[in-house]
């Protein structure tokens, strides 16, 4: 095993790599080049996602079943309208986790005013900072006319034109029923109970945004995990279709800021619903968001090819192992 492979669960690592077996490999002077400089216009890639949800919601917990927070630096806006949003900075990935709110006082009213000046900015390209917004909603509250009056309200009209950059999941399936033990802690998994209520709970938000807005949004449901009272944490489910959901809807070019900041606690990508293979789909999607990445022309897919099996397939272990815990899907797409 080559040295470097311990790098491979950094993002800047795995770019490193791919250099690396790049330049050891007898290409003509020119692909390597060529290949290089779309490796650089790939790994200076960005993705901004805000998080915005009810406090308790699981907004944390969230970002660190998916990523994992520890890897992350933590700070929060610049700007005084911003002060309160704190800013997860992974390598090519901030995620905005905004304050929760939803109670209707003067508090909500500076948020939501954080919210839509962070949604309006742009960086120096002119393009907007926010790509994907994942609207958080409790699957233990009977009320989610707050949430959904605060999607029709402030954040649907940003995305009139790309309602797929809207994202809304709910959360803690485990605790959807209050009474009786409906999810089974061995196995991990929801009764059909839970099941049925949480389908109903998506179908509710999905007809209440469309009937008040037109648009169409097609929420999932997960839990992000927890921790019982002074117990064990138990693990995520449904985060690996959360991930998915993510990654398909982050625009193609940009689904490479995900290699090395995958979550490498293998549990939280473990249980799902089965309806997919949730993590088999995001690994295609990044592999396949390299090989035709819209702003690099033919230009990766082509040159990969250029270089023949043993690079490609190098090509491939390097990615593979940046995709963490889900990471084993990716070494058998090439
Ligand atoms: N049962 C259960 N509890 C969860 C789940 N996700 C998060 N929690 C718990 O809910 C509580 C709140 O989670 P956080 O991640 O801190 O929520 P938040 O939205 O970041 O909260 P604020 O930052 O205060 O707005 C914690 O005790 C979590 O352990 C879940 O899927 N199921
Ligand atoms: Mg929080």
């Not at 060529?34 to 699981?58: C, D, S, W, Y």
């Not at 809207?166 to 929801?190: F, S």
Request: aromatic fraction near 6%; include cysteine.
């Amino acid at each position: 095993m080559n040295n470097s492979n311990e790098n491979l669960t950094t993002h800047n690592g795995i770019f490193s790599r791919i250099n690396e077996i790049l330049l050891e490999c007898n290409a003509s002077e020119y692909e390597k080049q060529k290949f290089m400089r779309h490796l650089m216009e790939a790994k200076n890639q960005h993705l901004g996602l805000m998080i915005v949800g009810p406090t308790g919601v699981g907004k944390t917990s969230t970002i660190d079943a998916l990523l994992g927070v520890e890897k992350a630096k933590i700070g929060t806006g610049t700007s005084p309208e911003t002060m309160e949003i704190a800013e997860y900075d992974f390598e090519g990935i901030t995620i905005y986790d905004t304050p929760g709110f939803g109670d209707g006082t003067d508090a909500d009213k500076r948020h939501a005013e954080d919210i839509t000046k962070l949604l309006q900015d742009t960086n120096e390209k002119g393009e907007p900072i926010i790509d994907l917004v994942l609207i958080l909603i409790d699957g233990t509250s009977r009320d989610i006319g707050t949430t959904i009056n605060l999607i029709n309200h402030l954040l649907i009209h940003h995305f009139k034109d790309e309602p797929g950059r809207l994202l809304i999941a709910v959360n803690k399936a485990d605790r959807a029923i209050p009474v009786g033990n409906h999810w089974d802690y061995e196995a991990n998994k929801p009764d059909e109970a839970i099941v049925k209520r949480m389908d109903e709970t998506v179908k509710t938000i999905r007809e209440r945004i469309y009937t008040s807005t037109g648009i169409n949004v097609d929420p999932i449901w997960y839990c992000a995990g927890g921790k019982e009272e002074g117990g064990e944490k138990y693990p995520a489910y449904n985060v690996s279709k959360l991930l998915s959901y993510i990654v398909s809807a982050t625009p193609k070019e940009k689904r490479v800021v995900f290699l090395g900041n995958i979550n490498t606690e293998e549990t939280d990508y473990l249980y799902d619903d089965g309806a997919k293979n949730y993590n088999k789909e995001t690994a295609s999607s990044i592999w396949e968001s390299i090989l035709t990445c819209a702003s690099i022309g033919a230009g990766i897919g082509a040159s990969i090819g250029a270089f023949g099996g043993p690079v490609a397939a190098a090509i491939g272990a390097a990615i593979g192992a940046g995709l963490g815990a889900i990471g084993r899907w990716a070494c058998s797409l090439l």
